[in-house]
């Protein structure tokens, strides 16, 4: 058995030798492929288009939302339909702002927005047509090849167009968009958007979170805010109404200024005036504490958004070094011809032509 051992350990050094022999006889195959493969590492780093990643990271505070001990208890109560009170149940919370930033709509408004670069200004979704390759491919197609959009108020689209718009968006939807909560216990939101145009990318995460945020704002604060405008519509009816009331007494008195003390109905018209003027006088006190406790409450509904990180220029982005796409070429291209030579080998050998 120990001799069988030594021999097959001996059969197994010579064949390395064997095999290191032969790879040595074909040093101009390897060296070419080593070659080739340097060359396809830098022609893939030079052609390929790198993706741009443009990052936005906000922080969302409800303002209704619960605090300390209580506020959890109140969460957990209300999974199992129990409400004690102090939970926000704002329309936004949860992963529901995640899915906003992915609606169609604001996905649809974001892209038929305006970017400058350098000067020059435009929209994104004429940009996004450019660098996707969809200019390419309607060349040929006589209802696309020449597709234009505008925006502006009162602009409408075609059926056409607005099937272009739908497909654009599913397709940013999809492969350009990412929208995540890093920290589910934490109500920090980051907003990615990857695309092989850097002005691109950086422009449509800026206007795509600013659409979001005030669509947010607006929407959460909508009823406080029709509120303070009925309130102050009021207030302002009632002011009016007040100072003419005060205008009337002031000349009713005027009209009569040396009055009959033996004739009371004269004093009627001054008296009515002077009642009016209190009774809108007293209206009028108790519309302005209305509409200062409703200037609190809107206040007080108003969210809370913190921009933490933003995308800056030069954007991340997945390019490879030139140094580092050359070897792994090289490297990648000589490890595939020496397991080809080694498998030629190994089939010559066992149909015995080798």
């Known amino acids: 058995m120990e001799k069988n051992e030594e021999l097959s350990l001996k059969d197994f050094i010579l064949g390395i030798g064997a095999w290191l022999g032969y790879l040595k006889t074909k040093w101009v195959v390897i060296t070419i492929a080593g070659i080739a493969g340097a060359l396809a590492g830098y022609g893939y780093v030079t052609f390929k288009k790198p993706l741009y990643f443009a990052e936005s990271t906000f922080v969302l505070e409800e303002s209704g939302s619960p605090s300390g001990g209580l506020g959890q208890y109140a969460g957990l109560a209300s999974m199992v339909g129990i409400d004690i009170g102090g939970s926000g149940n704002g329309i936004f919370q949860g992963d529901n702002i995640i899915e906003l930033y992915r609606s169609k709509t604001m996905l649809r408004k974001t892209l038929l927005s305006t970017y400058e670069d350098n000067g020059h200004s435009g929209i994104l979704i004429d940009r996004f047509m450019d660098f996707s390759g969809y200019r390419k491919k309607w060349a040929e197609k006589p209802l696309l090849k020449d597709i234009s959009f505008k925006t502006g108020p009162g602009v409408t689209y075609t059926r056409l167009q607005d099937s272009v718009i739908n497909e654009f968006v599913k397709d940013i939807e999809k492969d350009n968009l990412k929208v995540t909560k ?4 934490l109500s920090i939101i980051k907003v990615e958007v990857q695309a ?14 600013n659409n979001v945020n005030e669509f947010y704002v607006l929407t ?35 009209a009569t200024p040396n009055l009959n003390p033996t004739r009371l109905i004269l ?37 809370l ?9 030069p954007l991340e982005n997945n390019k490879v070094k030139v140094p580092v796409a050359i070897i792994f070429g090289c490297f990648i291209a000589l490890i595939l011809t020496v397991g080809l030579l080694s498998l030629l080998r190994f089939y010559n050998r066992i149909m015995g032509t080798a």
């Open 196 to 209: 092989k145009d850097e002005v691109f990318a950086k422009t449509f995460n800026d206007n795509l979170v």
């Open 220 to 254: 959460r604060t909508k009823k406080s805010v029709d509120n303070l405008m009925i309130l102050k519509h009021q207030t302002d009816s009632v002011r009016n109404v007040l100072n003419n009331a005060i205008s009337e007494s002031a000349q009713t008195q005027d």
């Open 267 to 303: 004093r009627a018209p001054a008296q009515r005036s002077q009642f009016n003027a209190e009774a809108n006088k007293a209206v009028l006190a108790e519309l302005i504490k209305n509409l200062e406790l409703s200037n609190i409450s809107m206040r007080k509904d108003m969210p």
């Open 182 to 185: 890093p920290d589910k216990k």
């Open 305 to 313: 958004i913190k921009i933490v990180d933003q995308p800056i220029y």
